[in-house]
């Protein structure tokens, strides 16, 4: 299955920009949804956007709608996750989830994701004021 590695985060002032990279292993990387979640301190964790590796379609939460983007790059196996606008409140540890499509029969992408996905360790954002 493919493991995703997390990288690009870092600390940043209120309104700066920072692009989160996720490289995957395995074989292929069409046929997944690739999402990212985040979960700041003492906070539920939260399911940030995702794209489809099948037609590229890309969901976000209504929270970074306009300030973030999702995107990826077929041939370096690695999906993105452009953050621009930051404030504090998102700050938090983000994690790069992979899951083969097939296995979200009957499910919404982040739930999904969050019950049958491959996890990183995660990359600390940090945005402060």
């Known amino acids: 299955e493919m493991q995703p590695v997390e990288s690009g985060g870092g600390l940043v002032q209120s309104g700066g920009s920072l692009r989160l990279s996720c490289a995957t292993s395995?074989?292929?990387?069409?046929?997944?949804?690739i999402g990212w979640f985040r979960q700041a301190p003492g906070k539920e964790r939260e399911g940030v956007s995702t794209i489809s590796m099948t037609d590229r379609d890309r969901h976000y939460v209504d929270s970074v709608k306009g300030r973030f983007t999702i995107s990826s790059d077929n041939a370096k196996k690695t999906v993105y996750l452009q953050l621009n606008s930051l404030s504090p409140e998102d700050t938090a540890v983000y994690y790069c989830v992979s899951v083969p499509f097939t296995r979200c029969s009957g499910y919404g992408g982040f739930t999904c994701l969050a019950t049958f996905g491959s996890w990183g360790l995660g990359t600390q954002v940090t945005v402060s004021s």
């Open positions: 395995g074989s292929t990387f069409d046929g997944y949804l």
